[in-house]
């Protein structure tokens, strides 16, 4: 054996391998109790860290008893009312030893507080608890939905967590820059790591005041972010080298954050779910894998947590085999490949060196472009509409076949798939649980002491109105046994609630190439209708995953229709007054939460007491065939579902539906 040869070999010997990232699955349906079953089962099968999901009502700020809530109590995460539910939910976890990231945004404080609070009753040293609150307001006004109050106080609450958790829970990240749901609404890499970005120096240029010069650094290094991985892979891993270099950059001339420590990019991920298919969903598994690597392969940019989608997603809610096979995925890679015993793969590559530097050039120009606008929170009206635009010129993409998706829009024929089993291959939240939470809820309320309750209460709201951090009365309301609802309510009180931009305008389109035939359609029917075809786009209920009814007011209003979209959060009262008084042709209705069937009926019901039964009424979402059909038996005219891509063949049914419901009437 040659010198060279023994080098070698010792070198290797002596290599030592990196840590795995956490791994996580995103978890949390029905009841804290199913969901306590559901996180101590994963973590005996091996998951390092927990990801907790909450349900619509808990994100925005409502108990489960409201009238916005119904329909959505557990169906896409857990429902929590009060610290008895925060208590069971991470009943026999020990919160000291354990990494928890919340998917929380307008109520992050509440949620928070009162996982202090039950971890101070396990006996826990709170400034040892480690995790992530994502706290990000900013893109929910872009994409998800789950805002309540206007941007200005969100932001001031955002801050009120950074310094209450800089001081008294050192090793929490307070904030969870999100740009996955931007990846989700459409945004091209330039947007995400733009809009993503300017939301960190918001928050930044928030927090800077609060604390002590000499401090900031280490404040900073508390911020983290939670990122997007699309299926062009080696884009997005040249994205997530572009961000370590941006936010190096940003940190240390912007903000003279000398420590290279505190100027590291620390992430979780989410890989896509915007690309998975209905179609053919077995392919899944393959989308998911290679999605992983973009944020694994790349030392230099390898995500620190990793939690993947499941197979099915496009169909419903997970089944807990199905996270393990996901979680399965990830723990081959960290565990069974040589992956993490190398260094960079890619340091020196010309290829990505070329890419990378591509994509900072135009997210550059893009913050640049928000900056001469006042920044993220003065420019949420601008990114929302480019947004929308982005998220119609991908989808115009795959109508097109531009784009190619396997099973979609090339070699669709295939064999039925064995993993559809008979259970639908999904799971099911049965409807008796939210009575059964709102029973509990009852019980809550009536065993409290109303008088500490009010107390914490008054404490709560003197904060919110005088401008003070409001964590220390939020931890104190916790304790006293307030509610969800009843913090929100303060929040709403003090600060005010919000509506934010739809993105899509109800101006005359200027956008018809394709759409002759269906322009031509549109105006015959309103030639007979004697005057133009009104389409109402509602979403009732708390879904706030807005981007399919975007983009179907918006070729809509390209094909000439006259549009309504008033945006997301509506009940379905508003809803059928909208159309009565806006003389509206057609009603679709988008509900992604899988409460459609409660909602529905609502609307449905509503509208024929309103004299409105011969309105067609179309229902898109994420809805098995058995739901459909009951749907249809309610009166609804049209179902749509992800597979339902293109967008011009919903145009032609809407124009057909119309022209022959006046038809009937004459």
Same mark, same amino acid.
């Given at each position: 054996?040659?010198?060279?040869?023994?080098?070698?070999?010792?070198?290797?010997?002596?290599?030592?391998?990196?840590?795995?990232?956490?791994?996580?699955?995103?978890?949390?349906?029905s009841?804290?109790?199913?969901?306590?079953?559901?996180?101590?089962?994963?973590l005996?099968?091996?998951?390092?860290?927990?990801?907790?999901?909450?349900?619509?009502?808990?994100?925005?700020?409502?108990?489960s008893?409201?009238?916005?809530a +119904?329909?959505?109590?557990?169906?896409?995460?857990?429902?929590?009312?009060? %610290?008895?539910?925060?208590?069971?939910?991470?009943?026999?976890?020990?919160?000291?030893?354990?990494?928890?990231?919340?998917?929380?945004?307008?109520?992050?404080?509440? %949620?928070?507080?009162?996982?202090?609070?039950?971890?101070?009753?396990?006996?826990?040293?709170?400034?040892?608890?480690?995790?992530?609150?994502?706290?990000?307001?900013?893109?929910?006004?872009?994409?998800?939905?789950?805002?309540?109050?206007?941007?200005?106080p969100?932001?001031?609450?955002?801050?009120?967590?950074?310094?209450?958790?800089?001081?008294?829970?050192?090793?929490?990240?307070?904030?969870?820059v999100?740009?996955?749901?931007?990846?989700?609404?459409?945004?091209?890499?330039?947007?995400?790591?733009?809009?993503?970005?300017?939301?960190?120096?918001?928050?930044l240029?928030?927090?800077?005041?609060?604390?002590?010069?000499?401090?900031?650094?280490?404040?900073?290094?508390?911020? *983290?972010?939670?990122?997007?991985?699309?299926?062009?892979?080696?884009?997005?891993?040249?994205k997530?080298?572009?961000?370590?270099?941006?936010?190096?950059?940003?940190?240390?001339?912007?903000?003279?954050?000398?420590?290279?420590?505190?100027?590291?990019?620390?992430?979780?991920?989410?890989?896509?779910?915007l690309?998975?298919t209905?179609?053919?969903?077995?392919?899944?598994?393959?989308?998911?894998?290679?999605?992983?690597?973009?944020?694994?392969?790349?030392?230099?940019?390898?995500?620190?947590?990793?939690?993947?989608?499941?197979?099915?997603?496009? %169909?419903?809610?997970?089944?807990?085999?199905?996270?393990?096979?996901?979680?399965?995925?990830?723990?081959?890679?960290?565990?069974?490949?040589?992956?993490l015993?190398?260094?960079?793969?890619?340091?020196?590559?010309?290829?990505?060196?070329?890419?990378?530097?591509?994509?900072?050039?135009?997210?550059?120009?893009? %913050?640049?472009?928000?900056?001469?606008?006042?920044?993220?929170?003065? *420019?949420?009206?601008?990114?929302?509409?480019?947004?929308?635009?982005?998220?119609?010129?991908?989808?115009?993409?795959?109508?097109?076949?531009?784009?190619?998706?396997?099973?979609?829009?090339?070699?669709?024929?295939?064999?039925?798939?064995?993993?559809?089993?008979?259970? /639908?291959?999904?799971?099911?939240?049965?409807?008796?649980?939210?009575?059964?939470?709102?029973?509990?809820?009852?019980?809550?309320?009536?065993?409290?002491?109303?008088?500490?309750?009010?107390?914490?209460?008054?404490?709560?709201?003197?904060?919110?109105?005088?401008?003070?951090?409001?964590?220390?009365?939020?931890?104190?309301?916790?304790?006293?046994?307030?509610?969800?609802?009843?913090?929100?309510?303060?929040?709403?009180?003090?600060?005010?609630?919000?509506?934010?931009p739809?993105?899509?305008?109800?101006?005359? *389109?200027?956008?018809?190439?394709?759409?002759?035939?269906?322009?031509?359609?549109?105006?015959?029917?309103?030639?007979?209708?004697?005057?133009?075809?009104?389409?109402?786009?509602?979403?009732?209920?708390?879904?706030?995953?807005?981007?399919?009814?975007?983009?179907?007011?918006?070729?809509?209003?390209?094909?000439?229709?006259?549009?309504?979209?008033?945006?997301?959060?509506?009940?379905?009262?508003?809803?059928?007054?909208?159309?009565?008084?806006?003389?509206?042709?057609?009603?679709?209705?988008?509900?992604?939460?899988?409460?459609?069937?409660?909602?529905?009926?609502?609307?449905?019901?509503?509208?024929?007491?309103?004299?409105?039964?011969?309105?067609?009424?179309?229902? /898109?979402?994420?809805?098995?065939?058995?739901?459909?059909?009951?749907?249809?038996?309610?009166?609804?005219?049209?179902?749509?579902?992800?597979?339902?891509?293109e967008?011009?063949?919903?145009?032609?049914?809407?124009?057909?539906?119309? +022209?022959?419901?006046?038809?009937?009437?004459?």
């Open positions: 054996m040659s010198q060279m040869q023994k080098d070698r070999q010792t070198a290797n010997s002596d290599r030592k391998a990196d840590r795995p990232w956490l791994i996580r699955t995103y978890a949390g349906h009841t804290a109790k199913a969901s306590n079953t559901l996180y101590r089962n994963n005996s099968k091996g998951q390092t860290g927990l990801s907790v999901a909450f349900d619509l009502p808990t994100q925005t700020g409502y108990d008893d409201h009238v916005l +119904r329909g959505e109590v557990g169906k896409v995460g857990v429902p929590i009312c009060h %610290l008895g539910d925060m208590r069971v939910l991470f009943d026999q976890i020990p919160l000291e030893q354990m990494n928890t990231s919340m998917t929380i945004n307008a109520t992050a404080p509440w %949620l928070l507080a009162l996982y202090i609070a039950v971890a101070e009753e396990q006996g826990a040293d709170v400034s040892k608890l480690q995790g992530t609150v994502q706290n990000d307001l900013i893109k929910e006004y872009l994409s998800r939905g789950t805002y309540v109050c206007p941007p200005k969100s932001l001031k609450m955002i801050a009120d967590v950074a310094e209450y958790c800089y001081t008294n829970v050192p090793k929490w990240n307070p904030m969870n999100c740009s996955y749901h931007l990846q989700e609404a459409g945004a091209t890499p330039e947007q995400e790591l733009a809009y993503a970005l300017a939301t960190a120096i918001a928050v240029d928030e927090l800077k005041p609060r604390v002590p010069a000499e401090d900031f650094p280490a404040l900073c290094g508390r911020i *983290s972010f939670f990122v997007n991985a699309g299926i062009r892979f080696v884009t997005e891993m040249c997530m080298r572009a961000f370590v270099d941006l936010w190096d950059e940003i940190l240390e001339s912007r903000y003279g954050v000398n420590d290279p420590k505190f100027r590291r990019f620390r992430y979780g991920v989410q890989v896509n779910s690309g998975l209905e179609q053919q969903p077995e392919n899944n598994v393959y989308r998911i894998l290679i999605e992983m690597l973009a944020v694994t392969l790349s030392k230099k940019a390898r995500a620190r947590a990793v939690q993947l989608p499941a197979w099915n997603e496009a %169909l419903g809610l997970p089944r807990p085999w199905d996270q393990q096979w996901s979680m399965r995925m990830q723990q081959i890679l960290a565990y069974e490949t040589d992956l015993e190398y260094g960079d793969l890619f340091d020196g590559n010309p290829v990505v060196d070329a890419k990378v530097e591509e994509l900072k050039a135009g997210a550059r120009a893009e %913050l640049a472009n928000l900056d001469s606008m006042g920044g993220a929170v003065a *420019s949420i009206e601008y990114m929302k509409s480019r947004l929308v635009d982005s998220n119609a010129e991908r989808l115009n993409r795959i109508e097109r076949n531009e784009t190619v998706v396997v099973g979609v829009n090339r070699w669709t024929e295939g064999e039925p798939s064995p993993l559809q089993t008979e259970d /639908g291959g999904i799971m099911v939240v049965d409807p008796a649980v939210e009575q059964e939470q709102i029973a509990r809820l009852d019980s809550w309320r009536a065993e409290r002491d109303d008088a500490a309750v009010a107390a914490a209460l008054e404490a709560l709201r003197a904060a919110a109105r005088s401008g003070a951090n409001v964590m220390e009365p939020s931890i104190a309301a916790a304790r006293a046994g307030v509610t969800t609802g009843e913090w929100a309510e303060e929040m709403r009180k003090a600060y005010g609630t919000y509506r934010g739809t993105g899509v305008s109800g101006s005359v *389109s200027n956008k018809t190439e394709g759409l002759e035939d269906l322009r031509a359609a549109v105006d015959a029917v309103s030639d007979r209708l004697g005057r133009r075809l009104k389409f109402l786009v509602g979403k009732p209920g708390l879904d706030g995953h807005s981007n399919g009814a975007e983009q179907i007011a918006f070729r809509a209003r390209d094909c000439g229709m006259d549009i309504s979209y008033d945006g997301i959060r509506l009940t379905p009262e508003e809803l059928v007054t909208s159309a009565l008084e806006q003389q509206a042709h057609v009603v679709g209705l988008s509900i992604l939460s899988g409460s459609h069937l409660p909602l529905v009926e609502e609307v449905m019901d509503r509208m024929r007491l309103a004299g409105l039964a011969h309105i067609p009424v179309i229902v /898109g979402g994420i809805i098995p065939d058995e739901d459909a059909q009951k749907l249809r038996a309610m009166g609804v005219s049209k179902v749509y579902t992800p597979k339902d891509f967008l011009n063949g919903i145009m032609g049914d809407i124009v057909t539906l119309v +022209r022959d419901t006046e038809i009937a009437a004459e």
